[in-house]
């Protein structure tokens, strides 16, 4: 039962957990990679998932989404929310796979350790620790500031209406350079996720 097979490969070691609440989710479109590991034994499913705490969820440039970690004044909010998501239980070669698909050493995400809540068939709702990609510290603040400091409670397919792939997006700037315009520039109505 794979209920009970997540906690034993969380603390062997050999697989870490990883929350997704994004684009890597089932029925979006960076969830090929997940499949591409699930064939090759990379990874596995593990449940739905809800954050343990309130955080933040935004979309950036092309309605990417983004989980924010280090954002100072985000518990205040009213409108911060555990998050929905899915959990996977990946190994280190299925994790160098997601870390490049989310550009961590460009500086993009950071893999980082959260808590998240799930709840197997006929059993408590549990608390697990996991790992989640969160939009880099150096930007964070931005946007959540550029967001009207507005989380969502999930990546829905309405709220990623809009979502634009990376091989459509314009070409000559890194996604840093998108991510500093966004955060730069006034909101509108069609470039905030409204839940």
């Known amino acids: 039962m794979v209920g009970q097979e997540a906690p034993a490969m969380a603390i062997s070691g050999d697989r870490t957990l ?8 089932r029925g979006f479109s960076n969830h090929k990679l ?6 090759s034994n ?4 593990v449940s739905p998932a809800t ?4 955080l933040p969820l935004v979309c950036g440039p092309y309605r990417v989404p983004f989980l924010l970690n ?11 929310h555990r998050v929905s998501g899915e959990l996977y239980s990946v190994t280190a070669q299925g ?5 490049e698909l989310e550009g961590v050493e460009k500086g993009h995400y950071e893999r980082l350790p959260l808590s998240v809540r799930v709840k197997f068939t006929g059993e408590e709702e549990a608390e697990v620790k996991a790992e989640g990609y969160f939009g880099h510290r150096s930007y964070a ?5 550029r967001s009207g400091e507005k989380g969502l409670r999930e990546y829905t397919k309405e709220v990623a209406t809009g979502y634009v792939r990376r091989l459509d997006r314009p070409e000559g700037m890194s996604f840093l350079d998108h991510i500093r315009i966004f955060v730069q520039s006034s909101p509108t109505h069609s470039t905030l996720c409204d839940s």
């Open 51 to 54: 954050t343990s705490s309130p």
């Open 34 to 39: 997940i499949q591409s590991l699930i064939q």
């Open 18 to 25: 990883i929350f997704t609440y994004g684009t890597l989710k």
């Open 42 to 45: 990379h990874a596995s499913f």
């Open 95 to 99: 994790l160098a796979r997601l870390d």
């Open 70 to 80: 280090s954002v100072s004044n985000h518990s205040r909010s009213k409108e911060v």
């Open 141 to 145: 603040a931005e946007m959540w500031r």
